[in-house]
């Protein structure tokens, strides 16, 4: 959406511009409008980049952000919704009318790119999805800021203390009907980009606070930024294979509940997009 319309305001002022100089009284605005037009895209693109700056340079990120600030989650989903056909990418969705209208969810995806998180929160805009990422993207510029006002939460994967508080608040942030958590089981990118085995820990979050889990898979976002560099374009696949019920997740252990997760996406993605035992 705000990609097509800053294509639609640079034609426009394009034209608007064009008029008065009398670009259009002869064949050269052929070459002439179409230029101009790409003038004000650019200047476009700029401005709201620097309006992404303005908006990122006032968070305070030392303070605790207790809500999914409406106004930055439009941002994030205006944003996304512009750079993926910025950067040739094409998504396939299936599934998708599984995922719950009402209630919060755990979302759980295999993860094989950055620019996995940019597809979901594309595709599933509207459910307000809050991913647990590693606590190094905190200090990332202007998507630090951004995912902490959307109620994302960092993880410390080497202090299992740390790491729990972050699972703790993740189960408060979902009984208190603030958000949806996602989050990606195996831990973080390995550089074979094939599914990893999962750690259960997370999968506690939907128990503790009694929601379903989303299960979904993503396919080929390996591809997106190679591609991105060599101009090319990319299909990616996105999945929602199936939703387990809270009320199956009782009485049940966080490993066989990440063994069925896993189970379903290995089963999806095939054996070569699978880590070996």
Request: aromatic share 6%; glycine share 6%.
């Amino acid at each position: 959406m705000l990609l097509r319309g800053i294509v639609m305001a640079a034609m426009l002022l394009g034209a608007i511009v064009g008029l008065p100089l009398g670009i259009f009284e002869s064949a050269d605005w052929l070459w002439a409008y179409p230029l101009l037009a790409l003038g004000f895209f650019v200047l476009e693109l700029v401005l709201a980049f620097v309006y992404l700056l303005i908006v990122c340079k006032g968070v305070d990120m030392d303070a605790e952000q207790e809500i999914d600030d409406p106004r930055y989650r439009k941002i994030v989903e205006l944003y996304a919704d512009s750079i993926i056909p910025m950067v040739r990418v094409n998504i396939i969705t299936k599934g998708l009318n599984k995922v719950p209208k009402e209630g919060r969810f755990l979302l759980v995806c295999n993860h094989c790119s950055n620019a996995d998180p940019v597809v979901l929160l594309r595709e599933l805009s509207g459910h307000q999805v809050a991913f647990i990422s590693k606590k190094e993207n905190r200090d990332m510029f202007v998507i630090g800021p951004m995912m902490h006002k959307i109620l994302c939460q960092m993880i410390d994967r080497e202090n299992d203390r740390e790491a729990l508080k972050t699972i703790l608040k993740c189960i408060r942030i979902l009984k208190e009907d603030k958000a949806s958590i996602g989050v990606f089981p195996e831990g973080g990118i390995h550089k074979s980009k094939k599914l990893q085995h999962f750690r259960p820990g997370v999968f506690k979050i939907a128990q503790k606070a009694e929601v379903p889990i989303v299960v979904c898979t993503l396919k080929n976002t390996k591809n997106v930024i190679p591609n991105m560099a060599k101009l090319r374009h990319t299909d990616v696949e996105l999945s929602v294979l199936e939703v387990i019920p809270a009320e199956e997740l009782k009485g049940v252990t966080t490993t066989d509940i990440a063994d069925r997760a896993y189970r379903l996406m290995a089963a999806d993605l095939g054996p070569e997009n699978v880590a070996e035992e």
